[in-house]
């Protein structure tokens, strides 16, 4: 699935079709053919797209250091000479890192295209998400965020960064910003946010045209769309908090942001 923000940048978003529901993408420029492949586990769908394409793979970012982000850097390399690009402390977690990044580093593609490094702790501790400044703002988050939900925190992570996270940077993106996470967990996020918050009618209609979707055509939000039905992202909901407080009776009235969140999370892990 092919997106053109702009007229300098192109989004295609591969589906992997794995069992880990894996999103890959490659973001080209139109003008000089170059792109940066980001997390391409399949490589070989990865490489046939830039081959098809016209366009030549010159750099590999992976967003962290899990196997399923991982797995297709070296035969993507192999094929292409591209250079790999991770946080600057996953260079001893991901093999043949090129350039390290983080906060603020600019990463360049083709001749306009420049894609921001937002440092973003929290599903592991050298995550990196990718944002794009431009009059169609894109953010690239990995397992940070994810239509509808957050990345849990099980190998390497910390719930209390990943709180930080969201609430200092990802909360503060502009509301026209389209999401591309890492993969598809839509639907089975939605019935979560439901069951959290069940009076929630942009979760409900959003279920409706979610429920058995493609995953390779499925709608790219926005951010805006996310503070509406994404309950990691509505922390102040009376309703979600009234519903959470019979999970966890000791609860207080008024729980803080932080608090409301690290609930959730555990909630959603056993989900």
């Excluded at 529901?21 to 990865?46: F, H, M, Q, T, W």
């Excluded at 019935?191 to 979610?210: G, H, I, V």
């Amino acid at each position: 699935m092919a997106d053109n923000l702009e007229t300098y940048m192109i989004v295609e978003r591969i589906w992997t079709g794995n069992s880990l529901r894996n999103y890959n993408y490659l973001v080209a420029c139109p003008d000089s053919g170059e792109a940066l492949a980001i997390d391409p586990l399949d490589a070989e769908k990865c490489l046939n797209t830039a081959r098809v394409k016209g366009w030549q793979i010159t750099q590999v970012l992976n967003t962290h250091e899990h196997h399923d982000h991982t797995g297709g850097n070296a035969a993507v390399i192999e094929a292409t000479d591209a250079k790999l690009i991770a946080h600057h402390k996953a260079a001893g977690k991901i093999a043949g890192v090129d350039r390290g990044v983080g906060a603020g580093d600019v990463i360049k593609v083709g001749r306009h295209i420049e894609l921001q490094c937002l440092d973003t702790p929290g599903h592991t501790m050298c995550h990196i998400c990718l944002f794009a400044h431009a009059e169609e703002p894109a953010l690239f988050s990995g397992d940070t965020l994810f239509n509808a939900g957050a990345g849990n925190v099980h190998n390497g992570g910390s719930v209390d960064a990943l709180f930080d996270t969201f609430e200092q940077q990802l909360l503060q993106l502009p509301g026209q910003t389209r999401l591309f996470p890492g993969h598809d967990y839509l639907e089975n996020n939605l019935r979560f946010s439901l069951d959290r918050e069940p009076d929630n009618a942009a979760a409900q209609a959003r279920l409706s045209s979610a429920a058995d979707h493609d995953p390779a055509q499925a709608q790219v939000t926005t951010l805006a769309q996310e503070r509406e039905f994404n309950s990691f992202m509505r922390l102040d909901s009376p309703s979600l908090i009234a519903i959470l407080r019979k999970n966890f009776p000791d609860l207080p009235e008024h729980p803080d942001r932080r608090t409301v969140f690290t609930r959730l999370r555990e909630l959603r892990n056993r989900w």
